[in-house]
């Protein structure tokens, strides 16, 4: 199993498991209903992710055939704040199949490498409050809540 750069060859497997990412995500919580176009979305995105400076685009490959994906970049904070930069995991998926073969881990370390080639000193992601599994797998990777996002439907919004 290897762990490389994506090529425009890869895009459509990696929008088949953007989308199921995006299902899961659903599953928690129905705010992350997807568009009926999810998918050209995602290729165009996907596609543009490839040739972006501030992402990188990971697939695994095994046997030829792509088995997961990881998507970082360089996210940018308000000019008020001394730490302008950090590096953030968007997503990781591996197919069901081939999950706890520590492909995950081989993703978040070439994420890590190419952080610290941006000079980037810290690692943030958002990872639903009802994943159970996500919170602490990323716990096990030494990443700590730091903030908490709140939501409410505008109508139970508690101000009258």
Request: some cysteine; charged content about 30%.
């Amino acid at each position: 199993m290897i762990v490389r750069k994506a090529k425009l060859k890869d895009v459509n497997k990696i929008t088949k498991y953007g989308v199921n990412l995006l299902k899961q995500h659903y599953a928690f919580d129905p705010y992350f209903a997807p568009v009926k176009n999810v998918n050209k979305i995602y290729q165009k995105f996907f596609r543009s992710c490839i040739y972006a400076k501030t992402r990188l685009l990971l697939v695994a490959e095994e046997d030829k055939k792509i088995i997961g994906y990881a998507l970082g970049e360089i996210s940018s904070r308000p000019p008020v704040f001394k730490i302008r930069k950090t590096g953030f995991i968007s997503d990781i998926f591996v197919e069901k199949n081939s999950r706890k073969n520590g492909i995950a881990k081989q993703f978040l370390a070439e994420l890590k490498k190419w952080f610290k080639n941006k000079k980037l000193k810290h690692i943030e992601l958002t990872v639903h409050v009802k994943n159970e599994v996500g919170k602490k797998a990323w716990n096990n990777y030494g990443l700590r809540d730091s903030i908490i996002k709140k939501r409410v439907d505008i109508e139970k919004f508690n101000i009258r």
